[in-house]
């Protein structure tokens, strides 16, 4: 598609809305493309601001491309703009300035907001969330002047805030509700490795049990758990989640359910709308079923499959979920989703030399995460991939050679 005349917007301009703009250039579309992004800074990375929050603003402010290259491909951007609403009969846009932008083709990169602990305290000073710039730019400041730091809620970007605030020094306990962090994605046997290089660097981990206030008058002092001890505190990080952010496409009549659903090819059930990244309810083949997934490279993934689709592609979106975490300097790495139902088995995690863990469901690999096992990890992902028949007794052994495996040509 040439489509000169025409007019595309993406509101939200982070890991998908990027993506999806790069790609309809890659894919021809020569028509305008504005990015309407509320936040004021160029889009940025949110990897790092987790894993280099006590860096400096160079150190987890990382631009996704120089300005220059918005320029180059004829990207425009309009910051610190927010969309307030979309009127899908007169194909409209409307900005919170009460601009009202024409658009051919409507891209919803709206991703996902952090959910806040409904508790007495909450609103207190010092009780933060962890999703933007600013949000990290408030967190840096507080950890700068030191601890203790107590992370609410042991999912991945809380522990990574855990590890670098532990490595620069500061007292940390992470207050998990479940038996212990990570479960839910590693599994308990990968979880409790994980959670093995937190207790040794020091980071204090109480697990089973919520917290019910936090206290303090302006300022957060401390954190009141369900077993009524209150943890002095600092600083609070609440990290126990998030809900996509689905209000423009519901108020557009866009079909939502746990998200924006949409189909292989990012389409809603507004022909006018697509929508990518975080915010949608997506299906895919290596999912059971549909869902969301809320990481880095599915959203650039799908983000740039909108932006075919935009420019008269018809790409799938159908790649295997991946991501990523870095703590303590070491990379966990996970491929696929696994149910609770698959059987797990572990290759290596007997020493402290890192680890691998696979899971398989009716004799195929479905799922797999390892810490410091790069190769082998690689040739799992084509295992999974290619869907080729496997044995729990095979991935098990080191002696079995994965890459071999692999190159077995696909069944799937
Ligand atoms: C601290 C942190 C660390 C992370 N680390 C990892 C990691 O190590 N590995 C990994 O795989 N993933 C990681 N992630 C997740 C990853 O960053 C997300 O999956 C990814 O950012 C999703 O991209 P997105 O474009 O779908 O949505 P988002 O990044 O959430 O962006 C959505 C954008 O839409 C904008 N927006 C929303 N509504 C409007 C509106 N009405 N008008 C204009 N703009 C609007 C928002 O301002 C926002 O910038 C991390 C996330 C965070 C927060």
Redesign the pocket.
């Known amino acids: 598609m040439d489509g000169t005349k025409h007019h595309h917007v993406i509101?939200?301009?982070?890991?998908?809305?990027i993506a999806a703009a790069l790609a309809m250039r890659q894919h021809g579309f020569a028509g305008r493309v504005t990015v309407?992004?509320?936040?004021g800074e160029l889009p940025y990375e949110?990897?790092p601001?987790?894993k280099s929050i006590t860096g400096g603003e160079t150190g987890f402010l990382r631009p996704i491309a120089p300005r220059e290259a918005y320029d180059e491909h004829g990207i425009g951007l309009r910051l610190g703009t927010?969309?307030q609403a979309l009127e899908p009969q007169h194909r409209t846009v409307t900005l919170d300035n009460g601009q009202v932008l024409h658009a051919d083709r409507v891209l919803l990169?709206?991703?996902?907001v952090p959910l806040t602990l409904p508790v007495p305290g909450s609103g207190l000073s010092g009780v933060v969330t962890?999703?933007?710039v600013r949000d990290a730019r408030i967190l840096a400041a507080r950890l700068s002047g030191g601890g203790p730091l107590v992370v609410v809620g042991g999912g991945?970007?809380g522990l990574e805030v855990a590890a670098v605030a532990r490595e620069a020094g500061l007292d940390v306990t992470v207050v998990e509700m479940n038996a212990q962090p990570l479960e839910g994605p590693l599994g308990p046997t990968l979880a409790s490795r994980v959670t093995d290089l937190h207790e040794r660097a020091g980071v204090t981990l109480r697990t089973g049990m919520s917290v019910v206030a936090f206290t303090g008058t302006d300022t957060v002092t401390g954190v009141q758990l369900s077993t009524g001890e209150v943890l002095p505190a600092t600083t609070v990080v609440v990290g126990i989640g998030v809900r996509p952010?689905t209000t423009?496409a519901e108020r557009a009549g866009v079909h939502c359910d746990r998200g924006i659903v949409v189909d292989q090819h990012c389409r809603t059930s507004v022909p006018w709308i697509l929508a990518a990244?975080?915010?949608t309810n997506q299906p895919n083949p290596y999912l059971s079923g549909r869902g969301r997934i809320?990481?880095?490279?599915n959203?650039q993934k799908q983000?740039a499959v909108a932006g075919a689709v935009m420019a008269g592609v018809q790409e799938s979106h159908t790649s295997l979920p991946y991501?990523?975490?870095e703590q303590f300097g070491r990379t966990v790495q996970m491929y696929g989703r696994p149910v609770a139902e698959d059987e797990f088995v572990l290759r290596h995690g007997e020493t402290d030399d890192g680890f691998l863990g696979f899971w398989t469901r009716g004799g195929v690999l479905v799922a797999a995460a390892g810490m410091g096992r790069p190769r082998e990890l690689r040739a799992a992902r084509t295992l999974i991939e290619r869907g080729n028949p496997v044995t729990g007794e095979a991935l098990a052994s080191p002696a079995t050679d994965l890459r071999a495996l692999a190159r077995v040509p696909a069944t799937r």
């Open positions: 509101v939200g301009g982070s890991a998908a809305g309407v992004e509320s936040g949110r990897p601001l987790s927010r969309v990169a709206t991703g996902v962890l999703r933007d991945f970007i952010d423009l990244g975080d915010v809320e990481h880095w490279d959203a983000g991501f990523y975490s």
